[in-house]
């Protein structure tokens, strides 16, 4: 099982790079996101793998970071996604982002991926809403749960957030940045159960 390269890039195509270590070169398919990462680093460069192993092949996919690979991995559990549908999520969608649209409901985040339509995107955020908490991300998403809140967050109708969430998004705004910005609200102390202290809050969030 390869777990880690370390090398010089010697080829970069639209969804692969070369990776020359030792004298020997690895394709690996990567996301657009650590693609991108990996033109501005330059010079010797450091990939955690994960290994695809099929009847007829096998694929090496490669990540930036744990959080990427621990996406990827999450993703491929969904029915339907496989690797490649994986990667196209995780080029325009970072865990963070994930994460967010994973907690929020919010399927058309999913969709912006290259052949990822409504019913797949649906069925990722579906399947990941209990599972979510395995992603190992940070800022935006991490607060999105308010405290004591469960992985998909007190969004539910009929919760004072649920009832902020819908106010927010009547005024034209994603599910997914209303449900962030709540999240960062509470986070910083608005009170989680008056109406409209929390929509004035999450509206100063959206206003930063």
């Known amino acids: 099982m390869i777990a880690q390269l370390r ?3 010697v080829q970069t195509d639209q969804n692969s790079v070369i990776i ?8 690996v398919t990567v996301s657009g996101r650590t693609q991108g990462t990996l033109a501005a680093a330059g010079g010797t460069v450091t ?8 009847e007829d092949s096998m694929t090496l996919y490669g990540f930036v970071d744990s959080s990427e690979r621990d996406a990827f991995r999450l993703l491929v559990t969904v029915q339907g996604v496989g690797a490649k549908a994986a990667m196209a999520i995780l080029s325009v969608l970072s865990p963070d982002a994930l994460a967010t649209a994973i907690m929020a409901g919010d399927k058309a985040m999913v969709t912006r991926a290259d052949g990822v339509g409504p019913k797949l995107a649906q069925r990722v955020v579906n399947e990941l809403a209990e599972k979510v908490g395995a992603l190992p991300v940070s800022g935006m998403a991490a607060s ?3 405290a004591g809140a469960g992985a998909a967050g007190d969004s539910s109708a009929g919760s004072v957030a649920g009832d902020a969430m819908s106010a ?6 994603g599910r997914a940045e209303a449900h962030a910005a709540i999240g960062r609200a509470r986070s910083e102390g ?7 202290a929390l929509i004035a809050a999450a509206l100063q969030q959206l206003g930063r």
């Open 7 to 9: 090398g010089a890039i």
């Open 20 to 27: 020359d270590v030792g004298g020997v070169g690895y394709a």
């Open 47 to 54: 990939l955690l793998t994960d290994m695809q192993v099929r």
């Open 144 to 146: 999105a749960a308010p």
């Open 168 to 173: 927010l998004e009547n005024l034209g705004y």
């Open 190 to 196: 608005a009170d989680g159960d008056d109406l409209s």
